[in-house]
């Protein structure tokens, strides 16, 4: 009997441990994915040139102005094309890093160059909503 009581209390124990588990496997997942989306989105609005959206969307509250004071020396940048270099996130922490390669030429010069910007994002939870923000400003576009 005290087997049968013991076996029933470690499988109990175990189908809890394995909820747990699942749970947050589950929002693992929905994190990367979130955080996916969300950097292509931002560099998206980089690339189309709709930086003051990106500053009010996706920039920590700390760093907005020095995010829009860079957007001002910005502004005249025209973006060709950009690149996903490597792409990091982990959920548990609530990090990720992203490396993204951008090909910009500063009119009236018509020479392609090619900036490398290493991007730093933070999962902020607040009132049961949360959303990734970027914790690293805008690169000099020279």
């Known amino acids: 009997m005290k087997f049968m009581h013991l076996l029933l209390v470690m499988v109990t124990l175990f189908i809890l441990t394995s909820c747990q588990s699942m749970r947050e496997s589950v929002r693992d997942s929905r994190l990367v994915e979130e955080f996916d989306s969300t950097s292509k989105r931002y560099v998206n609005l980089i690339r189309w040139h709709e930086l003051d959206k990106s500053s009010l969307i996706y920039i920590d509250e700390p760093l907005r102005n020095d995010f829009q004071k860079r957007i001002m020396t910005a502004d005249h940048v025209e973006v060709v094309d950009y690149r996903i270099k490597d792409l990091e996130c982990w959920p548990k922490k609530g990090t990720a890093e992203v ?42 576009f020279k």
Request: without cysteine; hydrophobic residues 35%; charged residues 20%.
């Open 99 to 140: 490396t993204v390669e951008w090909d910009y030429y500063v009119p009236p010069s018509v020479t392609v160059k090619t900036l490398t910007d290493p991007q730093k994002w933070r999962y902020v939870e607040k009132d049961n909503h949360g959303a990734w923000l970027l914790t690293t400003i805008l690169p000099v």
